[in-house]
């Protein structure tokens, strides 16, 4: 029989594998860090992380059962989500920055943290498959007798934590090569690559089903 202690701990080490995976969240962190500062990347980070935590919430109470069993209301969210992702990378790619110092029109173009936290959660929440994600995730680790709900919770919750302490991480690591990272010809072609991995991510959202 699973005790809480071996689920917790099988949670942990599968968790920590979905949370450093390169995708989405780490090309938004790591774009939005090093063109905007370590501020916008935390509050990037911040912002993805409170939208894994909504799906998670939405999971332990049910509320993503409808993504499973509606498919109007999938269709919704993943094209919602689709589109907002080719939003932005055709954004990027169109309109790549360049490095700020001494370029006011870059300057002024620059993510504020509440612009960071905005992006990060808009491209989770957006997301149904992270929804789908949870709701057929968390139950695997639930052990038999404990209170299903507040355990989800502290499942979510812990997932959360892993993955703001994992994307704060990659923001630290942007700082000792900002000066490198800064440059006009850096920016611009790490906006560009980041423009082509969001709308990969969009076309990839937008052809996917809810299995």
């Not at 110092?101 to 173009?109: E, F, I, N």
């Not at 000066?179 to 920016?187: N, Y």
């Given at each position: 029989?699973?005790?809480?202690?071996?689920?917790?701990?099988?949670?942990?080490?599968?968790?920590?594998?979905?949370?450093?995976?390169?995708?989405?969240?780490?090309?938004?962190?790591?774009?939005?860090?090093?063109?905007?500062?370590?501020?916008?990347?935390?509050?990037?980070?911040?912002?993805?992380?409170?939208?894994?935590?909504?799906?998670?919430?939405?999971?332990?109470?049910?509320?993503?059962?409808?993504?499973?069993?509606?498919?109007?209301?999938?269709?919704?969210?993943?094209?919602?989500?689709?589109?907002?992702?080719?939003?932005?990378?055709?954004?990027?790619?169109?309109?790549?920055?360049?490095?700020?110092?001494?370029?006011?029109?870059?300057?002024?173009?620059r993510?504020?943290?509440?612009?960071?936290?905005?992006?990060?959660?808009?491209?989770?929440?957006?997301?149904?498959?992270?929804?789908?994600?949870?709701?057929?995730?968390?139950?695997?680790?639930i052990?038999?007798?404990?209170?299903?709900?507040?355990?989800?919770?502290l499942?979510?919750?812990?997932?959360?934590?892993?993955?703001?302490?994992?994307?704060?991480?990659?923001?630290?690591?942007?700082?000792?090569?900002?000066?490198?990272?800064?440059?006009?010809?850096?920016?611009?072609?790490?906006?560009?690559?980041?423009?082509?991995?969001?709308?990969?991510?969009?076309?990839k959202l937008?052809?996917?089903d809810?299995?």
């Open positions: 029989m699973q005790t809480i202690t071996m689920s917790l701990a099988a949670f942990t080490a599968s968790a920590a594998i979905f949370t450093m995976s390169p995708g989405l969240d780490t090309a938004t962190v790591l774009r939005t860090s090093t063109t905007s500062g370590t501020k916008s990347g935390l509050s990037a980070s911040l912002g993805i992380t409170g939208g894994l935590l909504v799906w998670g919430i939405g999971a332990a109470f049910g509320l993503t059962a409808l993504l499973a069993a509606s498919t109007l209301a999938f269709n919704i969210v993943k094209w919602a989500g689709a589109a907002y992702l080719f939003y932005l990378g055709i954004g990027m790619l169109l309109r790549p920055r360049t490095a700020f110092s001494g370029d006011p029109t870059a300057a002024t173009r993510l504020s943290p509440a612009a960071g936290f905005r992006q990060g959660f808009m491209s989770n929440i957006l997301n149904p498959k992270v929804g789908i994600f949870y709701i057929t995730f968390l139950p695997q680790f052990p038999h007798g404990v209170n299903v709900i507040l355990f989800s919770l499942l979510a919750g812990l997932q959360a934590v892993m993955s703001m302490s994992w994307l704060s991480l990659l923001v630290a690591l942007t700082v000792p090569f900002s000066h490198i990272l800064s440059r006009p010809a850096v920016v611009r072609r790490l906006d560009r690559l980041t423009g082509c991995i969001f709308m990969g991510f969009g076309l937008a052809l996917t809810r299995h």
